[in-house]
């Protein structure tokens, strides 16, 4: 079973997008290997709008603006939306947003190799309070935006409480501050999550 790898460029308050949808905050650092990071992964998982995002990068050989999806097979890149269709998108698989968890559970079963969650708070928190992501990779920026698109939306564990991380690695990149962060999903055992339960009570 492949792992699903929450990698994602946050502003320091959390947020992944602009309140309009848009990225142009992000800092450019050419010492970041795309074609590295790409390459650790077999397969993508996003939202309509870091898809069509991607798409815009188109194919020419900056290895920081490409569209790194391009030539991929059909069922390693999966678009979650309501709004496309199958049949006008021949090179990716589309599914609708209520399908979006088992089509995650169903591609980390099958896939070999890590699965990289590209994008959208709005399907990251399912997918985590589905205990489908193993890691959560954030970039974080020199730039607070106060308000935007929220790097998780309304995500909560079963039973509430809240969702527990370790932190694998950081690193600092200069000039441009940013920073690199991973972390690891705890799972938190049955009788822990009783134990969380009754300390609530």
């Not at 142009?24 to 898809?51: C, N, P, Q």
């Not at 607070?144 to 909560?156: P, Q, Y």
């Not at 370790?166 to 972390?183: A, M, N, W």
């Amino acid at each position: 079973m492949g792992r699903l790898r929450y990698g994602v460029a946050t502003t320091l308050d959390g947020f992944i997008a602009s309140p309009d949808g848009s990225a142009d905050w992000i800092v450019e650092d050419a010492t970041i290997d795309f074609d590295a990071l790409f390459a650790e992964h077999s397969a993508f998982v996003m939202g309509r709008k870091t898809y069509e995002v991607m798409l815009s990068f188109g194919d020419n050989n900056n290895n920081n603006n490409r569209n790194h999806l391009t030539g991929r097979p059909r069922e390693s890149v999966v678009v979650v939306s309501s709004a496309m269709k199958q049949a006008d998108h021949p090179h990716i698989t589309v599914v609708p947003g209520a399908g979006c968890v088992d089509a995650v559970r169903a591609l980390k079963a099958t896939v070999e190799g890590d699965v990289w969650l590209m994008g959208g708070g709005m399907l990251a928190g399912p997918c985590l309070d589905a205990g489908l992501v193993d890691t959560v990779e954030a970039a974080i920026m020199p730039v607070v935006l106060g308000d935007g698109i929220k790097m998780l939306e309304a995500s909560r564990p079963r039973g509430g409480g809240a969702h527990r991380l370790q932190l694998q690695h950081v690193e600092r990149l200069e000039p441009s501050g940013i920073i690199l962060t991973k972390y690891n999903v705890v799972v938190v055992s049955g009788e822990e999550k009783k134990q969380q339960q009754q300390q609530r009570e």
